[in-house]
C-alpha cells in the first residue's frame, strides 16, 4: 500500500509501527507542546494511564469520559478541564468515540491533537465530526478537527477484542465500497478504497485466527487508514444514511450497524452500480457485491440481524421514512418501499434482496 504521506496531500504525520505509542513524548515535544491532556473512555482508563506514565511531566491530565456519538455536554466538560489545566495539546486514545472527543475540543480550542487509534473506525483521517445534543446527531465537516500526528501501534490493536475487531473491519470497509460509487470519487480514491477493501479481506480472517498477529494487525490499520481517508474525501451514500438513521433515531452501535447493513446496501446499489462495484466481487468473488459481502460477513462471523442488536419489527416503517428522507446522493433511486423491503432482510438476517 502507498504510503499514507503520498496519499493525503496534508501536513498530517501518520506513523505505524509495534510499539509507535512510546514515542508519545518525543511526538509531544515535536509539536512544541509540554501539557498534554489526555483522553479516553473509561473503559480504556489504562491505556490512558499508561500513556500518562509514558509522557511525565508533559502529562497535565487524563479525561476518561468520552463517549459514543461525542455528545456535546461530554465535550463542554472536556473544555472546562482543558481551560482548567491550561492543556497545550490533546493526546486521544481509543477508538471513534475518544477521537471525536479530540475532534470536538479542537475545534473550539485549536489545539493540536495526537490520536492514537485502537480501532478501526478511520475517524483520525477524516475532518468529520459527528456530535449529538437532545438526542439529535450533527455532522460538519472542518479542516480544524483533522489531527496533526496519527500514531497506529498494533499491540494496542490487538486488545481489540475479536467480535469487535470483525464489526469494526465492515465499518471501515463501508467507507470504501461507498467510495467506489461516489459522485465525486476520482481515480485516486478509487485506489485507496480498493486498497482499504483488500487490506481486509485478506488480512481480517488473519486477525481471527491468530489475534496476535501483529502483522496481519498492522496491514488492518493500514486498511483503517486508507478506508478513512477515503470517507474523508468523497461522498457516502445510502448505507451511511441508513446507519446514521438507526445509530442516531433508534441508538444502535456503530460498529455493528455498519457490519450488518453493509451487504444489504451494496447489493440494493449493485443493481446501478455493478461495474463501479465489480472490485468488491473481484477481491472476494461471485458475481454481486452485495451477496460476497454477505457471505464474506458469513465466513468472519459478522453479526447479520438488526433484530440481534434489539431494533423492533415495529419500528421498520419508521426506519424507512426517516432514511428516505433528505436521501444522500445515490446511484440507484432510493424509494421508501424498497428501503423498507431491504431494512426487514437485514433485521432478519436474510440474505440481502
Ligand atoms: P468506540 O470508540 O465507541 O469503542 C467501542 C468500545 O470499545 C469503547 O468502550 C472503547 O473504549 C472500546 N475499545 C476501543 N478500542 C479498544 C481496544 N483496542 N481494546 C479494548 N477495547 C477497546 O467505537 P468505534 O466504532 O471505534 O467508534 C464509534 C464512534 O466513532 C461513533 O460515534 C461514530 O460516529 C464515530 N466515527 C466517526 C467517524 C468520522 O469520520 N467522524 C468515522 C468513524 C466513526
Redesign the pocket.
Known amino acids: 500500500m502507498k504510503q499514507p504521506a503520498n496519499n493525503t496531500g496534508s501536513n498530517v504525520r501518520v506513523v505505524f509501527g509495534r510499539g509507535i505509542r512510546k514515542s508519545i513524548a518525543a511526538e509531544t515535544r515535536r509539536l512544541g507542546a509540554a501539557r498534554a491532556l489526555i483522553l479516553?473512555?473509561p473503559?480504556?482508563s489504562d491505556a490512558a494511564l499508561e500513556t500518562a506514565e509514558l509522557l511525565g511531566s508533559l502529562a497535565i491530565g487524563v479525561f476518561c469520559q468520552a463517549e459514543?456519538?461525542?455528545p456535546v455536554h461530554v465535550t463542554n466538560a472536556a473544555l472546562a478541564h482543558v481551560a482548567e489545566t491550561k492543556a497545550d495539546c490533546l493526546i486521544a486514545i481509543?477508538?471513534?468515540?475518544?477521537?471525536?472527543l479530540g475532534?470536538a475540543i479542537a475545534l473550539h480550542s485549536d489545539l493540536p491533537q495526537i490520536v492514537v487509534p485502537?480501532?478501526y473506525?478511520?475517524?483520525e483521517a477524516?475532518p468529520?465530526?459527528?456530535q449529538t445534543e437532545d438526542g439529535v446527531k450533527t455532522t460538519i465537516s472542518d479542516p480544524r478537527v483533522l489531527p496533526e500526528v496519527i500514531l497506529y501501534d498494533s499491540e494496542?490493536?490487538q486488545?481489540?477484542?475479536v467480535n469487535?475487531s470483525v464489526t469494526?473491519s465492515l465499518?471501515a470497509m463501508a467507507h470504501a465500497a461507498e467510495a467506489l460509487y461516489a459522485t465525486n470519487r476520482t481515480a485516486n480514491t478509487t485506489e485507496l478504497a480498493i486498497e482499504g477493501l483488500k487490506a481486509f479481506v485478506d488480512g481480517l480472517p488473519k486477525v481471527l485466527a491468530n489475534p496476535n498477529d501483529l502483522i496481519a494487525r498492522e496491514a488492518t490499520q493500514r486498511g483503517a487508514w486508507a478506508c478513512?481517508t477515503v470517507?474523508?474525501q468523497v461522498g457516502m451514500a445510502l448505507h451511511h444514511k441508513l446507519c446514521h438513521t438507526l445509530?442516531g433515531s433508534f441508538d444502535l452501535p456503530?460498529?455493528e450497524t455498519h457490519a450488518i447493513v453493509l451487504p444489504h446496501a451494496i447489493a440494493y446499489n449493485a443493481r446501478a452500480a455493478a461495474k463501479e462495484l465489480q472490485p468488491i466481487c473481484d477481491l472476494l468473488g461471485g458475481d454481486n457485491a452485495g451477496t460476497a459481502l454477505y457471505q464474506f460477513s458469513k465466513n468472519v462471523n459478522a453479526p447479520l440481524a438488526l433484530r440481534d442488536l434489539g431494533l423492533k419489527e415495529a419500528d421498520l416503517d419508521h426506519a424507512a421514512e426517516l432514511a428516505t428522507t433528505k436521501p444522500y446522493p445515490n446511484p440507484r433511486p432510493v424509494t421508501q418501499d424498497h428501503i423498507r423491503s431491504l431494512l426487514q432482510a437485514a433485521w432478519a438476517g436474510d440474505t440481502p434482496i
Open positions: 479516553s473512555t473503559q480504556q459514543m456519538h461525542t481509543g477508538g471513534g468515540s475518544t477521537t471525536g475532534k485502537t480501532t473506525a478511520g475517524s477524516t468529520i465530526l459527528g494496542l490493536v486488545t481489540l477484542p469487535m469494526s465499518n478513512g470517507l474523508g445509530g456503530h460498529a
